[in-house]
């Protein structure tokens, strides 16, 4: 008989396969982790890559245009902003301040929601009830103004602003494990599983959630790229991330007034917005057909 | 003297059903009085359409409800008295069930190692290596080779998945196994060999089969004893050969003649019944089958008949009773 | 002159794997009032047969055939609004699921007197009293309230009942039934079944019904077409095919049933009907069939009196059995 671990070793080694198999199958699924893999690295050597300090003034280059425009500077690539700050070390640098303020706060919603949602769905009755009334009331408000009302509370900052942001994408992960809970409970399976004595802890994590894991990844990497973009939107209103913090939204807030006399500093932070949010957006969507064990043929 | 390894005595269950906002609720009476032996090594069918309530009994028999009413016992432990945790626990390894649809018994998030192991995981102590041996021999008692292991349930066919079901069902070694209508979703030839199979497996391992169908040639052909019920109620209870040799009750009657039988006379008569199956929640007063039997009388209208014996079987019947029909009719 | 003639019939569909051909070399022909079933188990090819003659296949199926006439008019050299005329009003098909086959966010009489006025014009309204009448001509009691009921109201016998009165509504000529009884229960499919001989009786109509249900086409049907993984392997009247089937998986497949059983087990066929990636050599059912011989494994067998096999079962005369025999003999 075959060694157990040299069994399974092999056969990971062969799931990475398929995996990758049926990821790679969607050529925009691709690209998009090309892109998001740019910009992980991008974030994780920040320091090493940026030209400049994000921080460091240089008075006498404020506002200069990119490099290839007239009056531009190479060492300057995207420009400067009013203070004369590096727009492309800024934005290297914000890049970790956004993944890191997706990562927060999907962690934080995801488990957060996928716990309520199975404890509704399974237990029903006045549980699930209260659960839902207090998401209902929290997804009545416009997610924006409720982030904004819990980071007036909080106070600004781009911590405050995440875990506000993480409270009101809840309820979306409440409903979607909800639901799936909800169809996944009359299936046979979990009745084999109920028969051969798995405890309410084991049928809610092991058999059930596997099951909603696919409309959950995609809800999440959509969140992933909301949650960047609120982030910035709160910087923008000026109750995120504080400036001098290099964060994409705070750019554009700090740069508002120049919007038409110099176009580059809002712009360039935008476009990297548009870019990463792109670009995990694409990726939820190849990650979510290559994991569905149903769409695979062997 | 042999102990019956199932022993049922008026088992019944009902739903209470909301119909309205400050309407008190109905009641759905989805099993209304079974009562039956069952023995080691013996199948027990029970026959009847959708509606009848013999996927409520499969879900008592297997405790994952619990009756409203009625005495239950397994293995000769009496249900109703347990309350102790460990107990109810070793209750739960003697009765397993096999599902219908193949398709959705198994979890597909899961491997079929996992899925054979999960009872294991759950049940006993046993570590990895052991666990894995056992699911092995498990598998390989149902036809399934060791590189199965790992796959997962889209993988395979609708009669592999179906001896996966009862392998895993088997892997607690259990003396009552619940099969709702196992083969049903099957083709004849898969079912053919589904059917070969859990008759080898019960001679080996003396399993008590309660088999659930409502293919009448298989349970011709696999049953022991027969029970046939209609809107959660029996109507006759009999060996397999009196059953269909000699049915009884009208119900039974009209269940045969409506089977069709690749050895058939194309004239032959039918008994044809009208209409449907009522509602469980708004069934007809006195014997449930009334608005549909030729042989109503007033009695049958106003109360419900009891299962007695006639001749070899067991009938609720005013019409056998009263010797309106039947071996024993009145010439008139 | 038939009133249904299908010559050659094959349908391929592209997949993930290279091309599957689900349909092979398929020829039927169908008279007018009469009744023919088509049996095989799943992969057979039964029903995507009949939805290629109806132009119901994804665009993923390639059909070809040499001839497909209906009623004299070459169906293959249509174009499909052509074909829509005809589909649906001198062909029609029900399916198998009653409860999902109807609109559920429609009435009844909406989705009836939709189908009239599709094909024969005219305000929806005028045609209620026709379907009042087709109601009750399948047997649904108090026909005019159950126009404005939903499918969700109804059970399953009738919504099936609702589906053949919307396929006979235009007296089709030929009416195709794909397993229009395996969802229902014993007594309601013997009703269904003996309703549907008695419409074909009284319209004049032609049935084909698609089933796996040997029971069903005995007590049924006057000539059987056998399937097997696409191959059409025997096409008899069915009173000789089930006293002396000429094929061995036709053979097999009545051996199979409980009813023949002799002993404690049945006479189950080993192995598996063939999926795309092991499609055997030679003829299809070799590696099953317990009189093979070498030449089976070898090439594909010509069909013989309407049997697709080198070695058909003569009515008494069976070749020898091969080691491969089959294992219950008690």
């Known amino acids: 008989m075959k060694n157990p671990t040299v069994v399974s070793k092999s056969l990971r080694v062969q799931q990475w396969r398929e995996f990758w198999f049926y990821f790679s199958a969607s050529k925009t699924a691709v690209a998009g982790l090309i892109f998001l893999i740019g910009v992980v690295l991008m974030a994780l050597f920040a320091d090493v890559i940026s030209p400049h300090e994000p921080a460091e003034q240089y008075r006498q280059f404020a506002k200069v245009p990119p490099a290839w425009k007239d009056g531009g500077q190479i060492q300057f690539l995207l420009g400067t902003d009013y203070a004369g700050r590096d727009m492309w070390s800024r934005i290297i640098h914000g890049s970790r301040l956004s993944l890191l303020a997706g990562c927060v706060v999907v962690v934080l919603s995801l488990s957060i929601g996928v716990l309520l949602g199975l404890v509704a769905g399974y237990r029903g009755g006045w549980l699930d009830s209260l659960i839902m009334r207090v998401m209902d009331t929290i997804m009545a408000v416009p997610g924006l103004l409720m982030a904004l009302v819990f980071v007036a509370i909080l106070g600004p900052g781009l911590l405050n602003a995440m875990v506000a942001i993480a409270i009101t994408y809840t309820p979306s992960f409440v409903r979607l494990t909800r639901a799936s809970t909800l169809t996944e409970l009359n299936r046979d399976y979990v009745t084999a599983s109920k028969m051969a004595g798995a405890r309410p802890m084991r049928l809610m994590f092991i058999s059930i959630l596997p099951n909603c894991m696919a409309p959950l990844i995609v809800q999440g990497t959509l969140s992933f790229s909301t949650a960047i973009l609120d982030t910035a939107a709160l910087g923008f209103l000026g109750m995120g991330a504080q400036a001098p913090m290099p964060e994409w939204g705070t750019l554009i807030a700090e740069n508002r007034d120049l919007m038409l006399s110099a176009p580059w500093t809002v712009t360039f932070p935008g476009i990297a917005i548009l870019l990463a949010v792109l670009a995990i957006n694409l990726v939820g969507d190849g990650l979510r057909d290559a994991l569905d064990p149903k769409l695979k043929r062997s | ?332 | 002159m038939p009133l249904l003639e299908i010559v050659n019939l094959t349908v391929d569909f592209a997949t993930d794997n290279g091309s599957f051909r689900a349909v092979d070399s398929i020829d039927l022909s169908i008279d007018e009032r009469e009744i023919v079933a088509i049996v095989g188990e799943s992969g057979s090819g039964k029903s995507v047969a009949m939805l290629a003659l109806m132009g119901l296949l994804p665009w993923t199926a390639t059909v070809s055939a040499d001839c497909i006439r209906f009623d004299g008019q070459d169906l293959l050299g249509m174009n499909d609004k052509q074909r829509r005329k005809i589909i649906g009003k001198d062909i029609s098909m029900i399916f198998q699921e009653p409860m999902t086959s109807l609109n559920p966010c429609f009435t009844i009489g909406y989705q009836l007197t939709e189908v009239l006025c599709q094909h024969f014009g005219g305000r929806r309204r005028s045609y209620n009293n026709r379907a009042v009448e087709l109601l009750q001509q399948v047997g649904i009691p108090a026909a005019e309230t159950r126009l404005n009921a939903y499918p969700h109201q109804l059970s399953g016998g009738m919504c099936q009942r609702v589906m053949i009165a919307m396929m006979i509504a235009c007296q089709p000529k030929l009416l195709i039934a794909d397993e229009p009884t395996t969802a229902l229960d014993v007594t309601i499919q013997a009703q269904i079944l003996e309703l549907l001989v008695e419409l074909q009786q009284n319209n004049n109509m032609a049935l084909v019904l698609i089933t796996h249900d040997m029971a069903v086409v005995a007590e049924t049907a006057e000539r059987v077409v056998v399937l097997y993984a696409g191959w059409q392997v025997e096409q008899r009247s069915a009173l000789d095919l089930f006293s002396n089937p000429r094929h061995p998986y036709t053979e097999a497949l009545l051996n199979a049933l409980p009813e023949r059983a002799q002993g404690k087990l049945l006479n189950a066929i080993p192995g598996v009907v063939p999926g795309q990636l092991d499609r055997p050599k030679g003829c299809i059912f070799n590696p099953r069939c317990c009189y093979v011989q070498d030449l089976c494994r070898q090439q594909l067998p010509e069909r013989q009196e309407g049997v697709l096999c080198h070695y058909p079962l003569e009515l008494d005369l069976k070749p020898s059995r091969s080691s491969q025999d089959m294992v219950t003999d008690s």
């Not at chain 2, 119909?19 to 109905?26: A, N, T």
């Not at chain 2, 399934?144 to 069902?169: C, D, K, N, T």
């Not at chain 2, 014996?309 to 008139?332: F, H, M, P, T």
């Open chain 2, 1 to 332: 003297m042999i102990q019956p390894i199932v022993k049922a005595r008026d088992l019944q269950k009902h739903y209470p059903v909301k119909s309205g906002f400050l309407k008190p609720s109905q009641n759905l009476r989805a099993l209304a009085g079974v009562s039956f032996d069952l023995y080691a090594g013996q199948t027990l069918a029970v026959v009847g359409e959708s509606g009848c309530g013999k996927s409520t009994l499969a879900r008592l028999l297997a405790m994952i409800e619990e009756p409203t009413s009625g005495r239950l016992s397994i293995d000769g432990v009496d249900l109703t008295e347990v309350n102790n945790k460990s107990l109810s626990k070793g209750l739960r390894q003697k009765v397993q069930m096999v599902f219908q649809d193949p398709f959705g018994s198994l979890n597909p998030r899961h491997k079929i190692g996992d899925i054979l192991q999960e009872p294991l995981v759950i049940n006993t102590g046993l570590n990895a290596s052991e666990r894995r041996q056992k699911a092995l021999e498990m598998m390989s008692l149902v036809g399934l080779r060791e590189e199965h292991f790992q796959r997962y349930p889209h993988m395979f066919s609708g009669g592999q998945r179906q001896r996966i079901a009862i392998a895993r069902a088997l892997i607690l070694k259990p003396k009552v196994v619940v099969l709702d209508e196992p083969v049903s979703a099957l083709d004849v030839s898969i079912q053919a060999q589904v059917i070969n199979l859990l008759i080898e497996l019960q001679q080996e391992l003396s399993l008590a089969y309660v088999f659930i169908s409502h293919d009448l040639s298989v349970v011709r052909h696999i049953a022991d004893e027969v029970l046939v019920m209609y809107l959660g109620r029996p109507v006759e209870h009999s060996s397999k050969e009196v059953l269909f040799s000699n049915p009884q009750h009208p119900y039974t009657q009209a269940l045969l003649s409506a089977t069709p039988q690749v050895a058939t006379q194309r004239d032959r008569q039918r008994i044809k019944l009208k209409g449907e199956m009522p509602s469980p929640i708004d069934p007809p007063s006195g014997c449930v089958f009334n608005p549909r039997c030729q042989y109503a009388n007033q009695d049958c209208l106003t109360t419900p008949p009891v299962m007695e014996l006639y001749n070899e079987s067991r009938v609720a019947c005013w019409a056998l009773k009263q010797r309106r029909i039947g071996d024993e009719k009145l010439a008139n």
